[in-house]
């Protein structure tokens, strides 16, 4: 099983090598607050695959490990701190990132916004924004609009783009390095406990 150290040494190599499948349930103590908590990594024997990298890989299938995250309230062995910030329907959540943890997760996105600001000294605030129209469709719009107070964001055309599925997902992991946080995108597709990890990506400007 990796250590978060490892996520947090080497984003890109991470998330390209472990799905990460958030599994911080909405009926769970303190979902919709945002703040620091404890999770802990497991393994649920779910599959994933990935296209090669490189030359000489690039048409082959690569196996990918799931690893869930799951809040546990600091009971298991092993577990360790990240930043939440949650998700509700038609409301944004704002939490502000310092250095009381190495990481940050939201619910997995699949038609919310993000957002991030850099304001100096290691503090950065990051949004995660949920708004529907009056026909229960997502308003980016709206959430551009709402989001407007962030210098970089990611939206749903950015990463709901691949033709032919409305089952990508995507898992938004931010990572802190001394007074510099990043965050990155896995996006996937979920068919039924089989996963497609299509792509990971910095979010930027």
Request: proline letters at 3%; glycine letters at 10%; charged letters at 20%.
């Amino acid at each position: 099983m990796p250590n978060i150290a490892d996520l947090v040494a080497n984003p890109e190599s991470f998330l390209k090598n472990n799905l990460i499948w958030i599994q911080y349930q909405s009926y769970q103590p303190n979902y919709r607050v945002g703040g620091v908590k404890s999770f802990s990594l497991s393994d649920d024997g779910m599959t994933c695959t990935r296209k090669g990298t490189g030359i000489v890989s690039q048409f082959s299938t690569k196996n990918v490990d799931v690893w869930s995250v799951r809040y546990d309230q600091g009971n298991r062995p092993g577990s360790w701190n990240a930043y939440w910030l949650p998700y509700d329907q038609d409301f944004k959540h704002l939490v502000v990132l310092e250095d009381e943890a190495d990481v940050m997760f939201t619910p997995t996105m699949d038609g919310c916004s993000f957002g991030f600001s850099d304001h100096g000294g290691g503090t950065y605030s990051a949004s995660h924004g949920n708004l529907q129209t009056a026909q229960g469709r997502i308003d980016e719009a709206g959430l551009r609009q709402g989001m407007r107070m962030h210098g970089t964001t990611l939206h749903k055309s950015q990463y709901m783009n691949v033709p032919g599925t409305d089952a990508v997902k995507v898992t938004l992991v931010g990572v802190r390095n001394g007074k510099k946080w990043r965050f990155f995108y896995q996006q996937y597709i979920d068919q039924m406990g089989a996963f497609t990890l299509l792509k990971v990506a910095q979010v930027k400007r």
